[in-house]
């Protein structure tokens, strides 16, 4: 794949109380040549410690952001990754609603398709969905049940994939095509709409 022809442009711009900053900078995201594969690369996104003398800011990492670029309502998203065996991370593959600058999170809803190590550990999977339900408050169902945690004892030394399959009435989460956790999404409400049934989405990757 051509960096040139697929540039990467990403900005400084901290999340969630997060101790790193994403960088513009192909030390922290960068396609690579895998001389064990027969692809045609493998995109690279890497933390960095720049600064051992402080906290907040010592880490710069990358992010892929697919807004204005890509979205959708509906169907298959499949990644490919091995993730980061590295104490304090949190890999993500995950999508957010399209119109997120007009109604806001979680009102425009978030689908996570892989998140891994901030609330059960590594090797574990969570498969999880973010709302805002009718009467206005913050929702969500996946993480926190045990049947949306699937152990994956290689998923940090190994590729895996990572798959949903979103249709009008459920999501569906899978690793290496086994199906883990299933979530009725038709009949969940939403301030102002369901999420998951009216908005398109776009796409996100990125390790904080």
Request: charged share 20%; proline share 5%.
């Amino acid at each position: 794949v051509s960096q040139s022809r697929y540039p990467l442009n990403f900005v400084d711009n901290p999340f969630n109380n997060e101790i790193q900053q994403y960088r513009d900078s192909r030390d922290n995201l960068r396609l690579e040549v895998d001389p064990g594969e027969s692809l045609d690369g493998i995109l690279v996104i890497e933390s960095r410690r720049q600064n051992t003398t402080q906290n907040l800011g010592a880490w710069t990492s990358g992010r892929i952001n697919s807004k204005g670029k890509l979205k959708f309502k509906y169907g298959l998203v499949e990644v490919r990754a091995k993730l980061p065996p590295l104490l304090g991370s949190w890999p993500a593959i995950w999508m957010m609603g399209d119109n997120i600058d007009t109604l806001g999170w979680p009102s425009c809803g978030e689908i996570d398709i892989m998140e891994m190590g901030r609330v059960t550990g590594w090797n574990s999977i969570l498969g999880t969905i973010h709302w805002n339900n009718p009467a206005g408050q913050y929702a969500s169902v996946g993480s926190g049940n045990s049947n949306a945690n699937l152990s994956v004892a290689d998923a940090t030394s190994a590729f895996r994939v990572y798959r949903i399959e979103w249709t009008p009435t459920e999501i569906r989460w899978y690793v290496d095509g086994t199906n883990y956790y299933t979530q009725e999404i038709s009949s969940i409400g939403g301030s102002p709409a369901n999420p998951f049934t009216s908005f398109d989405f776009h796409l996100l990757l990125n390790l904080s």
